[in-house]
């Protein structure tokens, strides 16, 4: 999240705004096109400074200790970086510390830290949570509606929140709003919708909905663009998963079978047990492979495990149809589409494992 927050900084800086942090931010560049803009022209300047350190902490080379030195200068900015790297853990150092340094930010006028600690404060303390959200709303951090949405306890209330935050420009609750009309969440279930704010969440910056966006345009059959978003987040972040999501977006496109099943075998072996899926329907069709049933049926069993295993999401009708495919793979091989054991029988076959009369 600290990446993100400081990618608005960076569009910001970009755009030639004043006060950095608490502007809509834009893509008319990515935030990789805005560091190399700063480090090339602003040299030792404060903001060519601000870029080199950025850069140090995107890359791991920044210490606690060099970060809590920036932000000892007081800067807004630097406090505001430190306290967000320290309360998410992507620096060591002590919590309180943290949450110090989002005070001074905040002092200093960088009002993204009172989001900060409103999110941090969800389900410690909501009271807090509540306050500082608020004080980002008021100075046009309209992500705070996001903080304020998920402490709330009403439903309608906290749909209004995000229906509220994502009409003023927020990823996060453009992101969450999209999940619920992806899930049905509070709302009638409606794909369409689910993807256009899953879009403008994209289209801000947000990328904590990208896997959901892709898997949402996978459902629309809209493969083409399935794959550029996720080929995109892939090279940029090299997310395991979002490969993964390549992978299928090139099986139904039938795009470069024999190194797409290389890559997903790759990731399998990797520990990404999604891959089971999708390796299931290449054995199946013989997409990079030749046609393997068995390994079919293997992949798409360990795929099923994988999905009931995870409680937070009802897979009840994607595991159908793993199921399905399952019984047509016993059938191609003329065996019981219910156990996969051997018919026996000259007039009447039954299932010589399960006893049922072959139906096919």
């Not at 480090?39 to 400074?49: A, F, H, K, M, T």
């Not at 069993?301 to 047509?328: G, P, S």
Request: aromatic content about 14%; glycine content about 8%.
């Amino acid at each position: 999240m600290v990446l993100r927050k400081i990618d608005d900084f960076l569009f910001s800086v970009i755009n030639g705004k004043k006060n950095f942090f608490d502007q809509v931010y834009t893509k008319d560049f990515s935030s990789n096109d805005a560091l190399a803009y700063l480090l090339e022209n602003e040299g030792d300047s404060y903001l060519g400074e601000f870029a080199k350190n950025y850069k140090r902490l995107q890359d791991n080379e920044m210490t606690s200790e060099e970060a809590v030195g920036l932000a000892d200068k007081g800067s807004a900015e630097f406090s505001f970086l430190v306290s967000s790297a320290i309360i998410e853990e992507l620096l060591e150092g002590d919590i309180q510390d943290g949450i110090s340094y989002a005070k001074a930010a905040i002092d200093s006028g960088c009002f993204m830290a009172a989001y900060e600690l409103s999110f941090y404060y969800r389900d410690r303390d909501n009271d807090l949570a509540r306050q500082y959200a608020n004080l980002a709303i008021e100075h046009e951090i309209f992500d705070g509606y996001f903080t304020l949405a998920t402490i709330e306890e009403d439903d309608e209330k906290a749909l209004e929140y995000l229906e509220k935050g994502a009409n003023l420009g927020s990823g996060y609750c453009n992101g969450l709003l999209g999940k619920c009309y992806w899930f049905g969440v509070n709302v009638e279930r409606d794909y369409n919708k689910a993807i256009e704010y899953f879009s403008i969440a994209d289209y801000l910056g947000n990328t904590a909905y990208t896997d959901l966006y892709v898997n949402a345009l996978l459902a629309q059959e809209r493969y083409e663009d399935a794959r550029n978003i996720a080929l995109e987040n892939a090279q940029e972040s090299d997310n395991p998963s979002m490969w993964g999501l390549v992978c299928e977006a090139n099986y139904f496109l039938d795009y470069a079978p024999e190194d797409t099943f290389s890559l997903a075998s790759q990731l399998l072996d990797n520990g990404v047990k999604e891959m089971h899926r999708i390796l299931g329907f290449m054995c199946f069709d013989g997409f990079g492979t030749k046609v393997d049933y068995i390994s079919a049926i293997s992949h798409l069993r360990n795929a099923i495990e994988f999905y009931k295993n995870d409680e937070n999401i009802d897979y009840t009708d994607l595991i159908n149809n793993l199921n399905t495919l399952i019984e047509k793979a016993y059938m191609n091989m003329g065996l019981c589409r219910y156990c996969g054991g051997s018919f026996q029988g000259l007039l009447s076959k039954k299932c010589s494992n399960c006893g049922r009369k072959k139906d096919y």
